[in-house]
């Protein structure tokens, strides 16, 4: 699974963080996360621990 823009994902809604919450569960083998400039706050840590 490939996550583009998490930013994005967490502005164009109310249900923002519910949907990242959705889609960064929901891998089942591998994950991926594309994005530009800084990961939001709520990715940090596991983007810092990753890398």
Known sequence: M???DPTEI???STRGPNNLYVA???ATQRL???HEGPAPA???R???ELT
Do not use: C, D, N, Q
């Open 10 to 12: 967490l502005a164009r």
């Open 24 to 26: 960064l569960t929901r």
């Open 32 to 34: 991926g996360i594309i």
């Open 42 to 44: 709520v990715l940090e």
């Open 46 to 48: 596991t983007v810092t």
């Open 2 to 4: 490939l996550i583009a």
